[in-house]
């Protein structure tokens, strides 16, 4: 059975002039990316059949990442090229004090419709992901986005979410971003968050706090990732902290999208709703380790490649 992404496919051009300012960078690294992208790449990197479901331009940036998700195994019958609108950007550069200098020039990825998702097939499809990020800006991608989440139920798909909060393109609508996400939270199958974000869904201090919640107000399996530590498990009304493993980290890029790639990959072809908890704890330790050894290597895609001798060997 095969899994189906849906969301941004984007070019990251990083700044490789450290500390300096987007305005002031000469020296630029193009490099794949979009959250639901990295899924997918992870999970047929993993074996998997999965399929993604994203808008790029017709240029050769679009090409690229068509060309990208094909060289890992991912179909893209449906990764469709928009005649009207550039593939989209997101200029990054890291900061002497920390911070981001980012700058989001948007382009081809809001542009999926809810006709253009209407017409794929989910007969074969297992799992549908949605992975936020773009997908909760105003835009054609948007309704898309709730219309592929309706016709998943009805063709009784599992649904996986991740909410992807990016502040610097919501930092003056968290707001809408947190109602968005919620209406995700409570009709998918099982949801991965970071630690962060689950603090800001639940407006708590603590991920004890924040799983409380989510116990008390979805029916989902979850996943409350907490950095080296590993994962805090919400099933069945409990939880449980899955440890990591110990590594040296080069580059923590995808290392999230690695492990949701991890997990689906893990999923596609048990029956979901009678795992037990023991079983979970095995998936989603799996999952740390995935994400962990992303970890191990500069950038996302580039990790990927690794990831099924590093996981299951």
């Known amino acids: 059975m095969k899994i189906l992404c849906i969301g941004e496919a984007l070019i990251d051009m990083i700044c490789t002039d450290k500390g300096k300012a987007l305005s002031d960078g000469e020296n630029f690294l193009k490099k794949p990316g979009g959250a639901p992208t990295n899924v997918a790449a992870a999970i047929a990197a993993l074996g998997g059949e999965v399929e993604l479901s994203a808008k790029v331009g017709i240029d050769p940036f679009g090409k690229h990442l068509i060309d990208v998700m094909q060289d890992f195994g991912v179909r893209t019958k449906h990764m469709l090229q928009d005649a009207h609108h550039f593939t989209t950007f997101a200029f990054v550069s890291l900061m002497e004090n920390g911070e981001r200098d980012f700058y989001f020039n948007r382009g081809a990825d809001g542009e999926l419709t809810k006709e253009e998702v209407d017409a794929i097939d989910l007969t074969d499809v297992s799992i549908v992901h949605f992975g936020s990020a773009t997908g909760f800006l105003d835009g054609p991608l948007k309704e898309a986005y709730v219309h592929l989440l309706q016709k998943a139920k009805a063709e009784n798909c599992f649904i996986s979410f991740d909410p992807n909060y990016r502040h610097l393109l919501f930092q003056n609508n968290k707001a809408s971003f947190i109602q968005q996400s919620w209406n995700y939270l409570q009709q998918c199958h099982f949801f991965k968050v970071s630690d962060e974000e689950a603090l800001m869904l639940t407006d708590t201090l603590t991920v004890e706090e924040a799983a409380a919640v989510f116990h008390q107000k979805t029916k989902a399996v979850f ?52 795992l037990t908890v023991e079983e979970w704890k095995a998936v989603i330790a799996n999952g740390n380790k995935a994400g962990a050894r992303t970890c191990e290597y500069l950038g996302a895609m580039e990790a990927f490649k690794h990831l099924s001798n590093d996981i299951f060997n």
């Open 223 to 274: 996943a409350i990732t907490i950095g080296k530590e590993g994962t805090m498990l919400g099933v069945n009304g409990e939880t449980h902290i899955v440890p990591s493993i110990e590594i040296k980290p080069v580059d923590t890029t995808g290392a999230g999208d690695a492990f949701t790639g991890a997990v689906l990959y893990q999923l596609r072809d048990k029956t979901k709703s009678t």
